[in-house]
């Protein structure tokens, strides 16, 4: 099966060049794409007798691959978990993992950067590599990386049905499916009401299937880690009306903490819309009362040995009333939203920046990139899954299950581990 994932994902690499990446490129110059995303140079790649050279450390980088340079023997070592290289300028014999091994090329020095063949350094850290030679662009796909996987589960139809989409089968029968592949299901099946109330149905059309319990059951089966998602929107500032109402609030967690203590490992709190238009005296009260009741909803959790995740805007999105330093210090993890930025797929430049702003305040280890599956298609998930292990998040987080298609499940297996 693995082996499969592999075979899809690089033919997905060579035949769709990772949907024409939009960044300028002068003519004749050489690009390298990892995961999608392009990588910068100080000093420009170069094709010696076939093969690329490219500024080490740049590379390196973007891989989480550690590097020294010792100057007094002009050699290059690298290492990661699992793997090590050690190359030296104008010599052709490098060791990978203490093993000796001829290379066509050997690195060199130009204008003061130390350039190594790019092919044998990925291959050598288990990556896959492949040239398109009429765009002059290298794509890498750094190895399968240990990551958390949630998957919203969502009341669908026979077309998109979760349970479907996770279990293989038609409920009630289940399979392992693609449990291989998701560690979490956020059960999409709760919202509230103005005084604070935990509703099973909603407005927006969230609410708790029949045969709930079954879902759990199977989940359980399975060794997947279940949370109940909350979710509710700003709709004629309902929100901010709530999370200013202290007696709502308490209603509200005591609600919430109920209901995740009989049948869950946690909570999944999804309140959006929060300080849209808002002015700045207004937005900082709606994020002291989002905090706030936070703080209280995160205390309660904690006290029955559950956890709390909170599923926000995107920082650099129009919604602002998340305070995210605040909160990370709060939550046990935040999934950022990083979509709805208006084109299709998602851009990879904004999901970057928002990935950066939210690590400004919060350590990788507690977030999780979220990744809308209407958004996105296969090759691009890749670069969204890139991202992830760029900035070794805890993981990615799937909106939702039943919209994932074959081919996304077998880039997910490809890239994770």
């Known amino acids: 099966m693995k082996h499969f994932a592999l075979a899809v994902l690089l033919v997905l690499i060579l035949t769709s060049n990772f949907a024409q990446p939009t960044f300028a490129q002068e003519e004749g110059e050489i690009r390298v794409l990892i995961d999608g995303l392009p990588v910068q140079f100080d000093v420009q790649p170069v094709i010696k007798d076939g093969r690329t050279l490219v500024p080490f450390r740049a590379?390196?980088?973007?891989?989480?691959?550690?590097?020294?340079?010792?100057?007094?023997?002009?050699?290059?070592?690298?290492?990661?978990?699992?793997?090590?290289?050690?190359?030296?300028?104008?010599?052709?014999?490098?060791?990978?993992n203490d093993q000796p091994m001829?290379?066509?090329?050997?690195?060199?020095?130009?204008?003061?950067?130390?350039?190594?063949?790019?092919?044998?350094?990925?291959?050598?850290?288990?990556?896959?590599?492949?040239?398109?030679?009429?765009?002059?662009?290298?794509?890498?796909?750094?190895?399968?990386?240990?990551?958390?996987?949630?998957?919203?589960?969502?009341?669908?139809?026979?077309?998109?049905?979760?349970?479907?989409?996770?279990?293989?089968?038609?409920?009630?029968?289940?399979?392992?499916?693609?449990?291989?592949?998701?560690?979490?299901?956020?059960?999409?099946?709760?919202?509230?009401?103005?005084?604070?109330?935990?509703l099973t149905r909603s407005r927006t059309g969230w609410q708790r299937p029949t045969g709930w319990e079954s879902v759990l059951a199977a989940a359980g089966h399975y060794e997947l880690r279940t949370e109940m998602v909350v979710h509710e929107v700003n709709w004629e500032r309902m929100l901010d009306k709530l999370l200013a109402d202290d007696v709502a609030v308490a209603q509200m967690v005591d609600q919430i903490t109920l209901e995740a203590r009989d049948y869950y490992a946690g909570v999944n709190l999804d309140l959006e819309g929060l300080g849209l238009n808002?002015?700045?005296?207004?937005?900082?009260?709606?994020?002291?009362?989002?905090?706030?009741?936070?703080?209280?909803?995160?205390?309660?959790?904690?006290?029955?040995?559950?956890?709390?995740?909170?599923?926000?805007?995107?920082?650099?999105?129009?919604?602002?009333?998340?305070?995210?330093?605040?909160?990370?210090?709060?939550?046990?993890?935040?999934?950022?939203?990083a979509y709805d930025y208006g084109t299709k797929p998602e851009p990879a430049a904004l999901v970057l920046q928002a990935v950066e702003q939210a690590l400004q305040h919060v350590a990788p280890e507690k977030l999780v990139l979220g990744i809308s599956l209407p958004s996105e298609n296969p090759t691009s998930i890749v670069t969204k899954v890139g991202i992830a292990k760029r900035y070794k998040l805890q993981g990615i987080a799937l909106w939702r299950l039943g919209l994932v298609q074959e081919e996304v499940w077998q880039v997910l297996r490809a890239a994770i581990r």
């Open 102 to 198: 001829t290379l066509q090329v050997p690195p060199e020095i130009i204008g003061g950067r130390t350039l190594i063949p790019l092919r044998f350094f990925s291959e050598a850290f288990d990556c896959k590599v492949a040239w398109n030679s009429s765009l002059r662009i290298v794509t890498v796909v750094s190895p399968r990386r240990e990551m958390n996987v949630i998957g919203f589960y969502a009341l669908g139809d026979t077309a998109t049905s979760s349970w479907t989409n996770l279990f293989g089968q038609v409920f009630p029968d289940h399979a392992i499916g693609n449990t291989d592949i998701v560690d979490e299901i956020a059960a999409g099946w709760y919202a509230i009401d103005g005084e604070g109330n935990l």
């Open 278 to 337: 808002a002015s700045t005296e207004e937005l900082m009260q709606i994020q002291s009362n989002f905090t706030k009741m936070a703080r209280l909803l995160a205390e309660a959790l904690h006290n029955e040995g559950l956890s709390l995740t909170l599923t926000l805007h995107a920082p650099n999105s129009a919604f602002k009333g998340y305070d995210y330093k605040a909160l990370g210090q709060i939550a046990d993890r935040i999934i950022i939203m």
């Open 59 to 96: 590379v390196a980088n973007a891989l989480n691959v550690v590097v020294h340079w010792d100057g007094a023997t002009r050699t290059i070592r690298a290492h990661d978990s699992d793997n090590s290289v050690s190359m030296q300028i104008d010599n052709r014999i490098a060791y990978r």
